[in-house]
């Protein structure tokens, strides 16, 4: 029974790693629909080769800064140890490589593609896993600390904070020292709008993403026996509220629609094992109008060239998505208790400042020293032809 078990954990997991592999699809769709035409090839083969990238900088550096894990054995030890080990890496995995997806979208269509992947290799090595030992291994003490002092533990069941938030902070600081794309902010106020290449595709992105998410959020639970339809119906009613919200604020604009369904899924994350489903479609809710005022400000105010949105649908969901947890969660309104709203409050802004902190050295460093910006000509020629010599759809096809 015990091995039946175990295989039964394994093949669990295993699944839940593949749907969320399968999201990287959504994150490479959404981008080649937002971006123009000139940008597709780009966002396809960024989300591929951030993906390489991030397994071996986390099979290497990070799964041993995060859970004091490495894989330097023989092949006969480590199927001995535990196959489930070796999954259970996979599955971890696909959350470390979501924070690349992540900050992908924001510096889309103006960024070196080199320096993108050596950032790559840093965030997923250090800065990642250096934030996820602290909240989901307990490292340096803090979560006992935490409990010591509140009498509870920072609570993230399946990564609004340590993976959204830590993903769509860390973009802001990027898009912030890559600057605006050339034109996109003229000197007399006006703004250049660069509307979406690709509805079908855009939609597309956030459907493969909404699907995977149920895997990214109830298997979370990493074993079989703790599996829960809570989360599963939580995860259902954020994804509703956050559509809902944005398309009647967002007034029917595809976009948003499509968006405000990623950003209730974003905020429930952390409190989907707790939250009554009442509370999953207010988190979402709140989520969605949160991500339409706030992309629109952050566009068209504050003049920050955040291509597809992601401080606004990672960064600042993922932080309300952190605090809902300690809010609906509590049993005072219909949750099942065990949060306390400070300590979510703390674990968040430690998220946020290891992602800015992070964040400014990794990019900072690169800017200085090789540069992390495309020249102006390669940035009009656009991305797919600067750097892989081939465009989306060819212009001539060579026939007669």
Request: with cysteine; hydrophobic share 55%.
């Amino acid at each position: 029974m015990e091995n039946l078990k175990v295989s039964n954990d394994i093949l669990f997991i295993l699944l839940g790693a593949i749907m969320v592999l399968a999201m990287h699809a959504g994150f490479a769709f959404l981008e080649l629909g937002t971006v123009r035409r000139k940008n597709q090839v780009n966002a396809l083969v960024k989300i591929l080769a951030d993906f390489a990238i991030s397994t071996v900088a986390y099979f290497f550096i990070g799964f041993g800064v995060a859970y004091g894990v490495h894989f330097f054995q023989g092949s006969e030890i480590l199927i001995a140890k535990n196959g489930y080990e070796l999954v259970k890496f996979f599955f971890l995995l696909t959350f470390a490589a979501a924070i690349p997806a992540i900050i992908s979208g924001g510096i889309a269509e103006r960024a070196k593609f080199g320096p993108q992947l050596a950032a790559t290799f840093a965030i997923v090595g250090l800065v990642y896993p250096f934030y996820e030992g602290i909240a989901w291994n307990n490292n340096f003490g803090i979560q006992d600390w935490l409990l010591h002092q509140f009498g509870a533990n920072f609570h993230d069941f399946a990564g609004s904070v340590v993976v959204h938030a830590m993903g769509g902070w860390i973009a802001l600081v990027a898009v912030i020292l890559l600057g605006a794309r050339h034109g996109r902010y003229r000197k007399n106020g006006e703004i250049a709008a660069h509307p979406p290449s690709s509805i079908p595709f855009l939609a597309l992105g956030s459907w493969i993403l909404i699907v995977g998410w149920f895997g990214f959020n109830v298997m979370s639970a990493q074993s079989i026996d703790k599996i829960s339809g809570l989360v599963a119906l939580n995860s259902l009613m954020a994804m509703v509220g956050g559509t809902l919200a944005a398309l009647l604020i967002g007034r029917n604009d595809p976009g948003f629609v499509h968006n405000g369904a990623l950003a209730g899924l974003v905020a429930v994350c952390a409190g989907s094992d707790l939250m009554h489903p009442l509370g999953a479609l207010i988190t979402g809710g709140i989520a969605g109008a949160l991500f339409v005022w706030m992309f629109t400000i952050t566009q068209n105010k504050w003049k920050i060239d955040d291509v597809l949105g992601v401080w606004p649908l990672h960064g600042l969901c993922g932080t309300w998505g952190g605090l809902a947890a300690g809010i609906f969660g509590t049993t005072a309104l219909g949750g099942l208790g065990g949060v306390s709203f400070i300590v979510q409050l703390i674990g968040t802004l430690g998220a946020i400042a290891v992602a800015l902190i992070g964040g400014f050295i990794v990019y900072g460093t690169l800017k200085k020293f090789v540069g992390i910006r495309l020249s102006q000509e390669d940035e009009f020629n656009g991305a797919d032809l600067s750097i892989h010599k081939i465009s989306a759809s060819a212009e001539h096809d060579g026939s007669w």
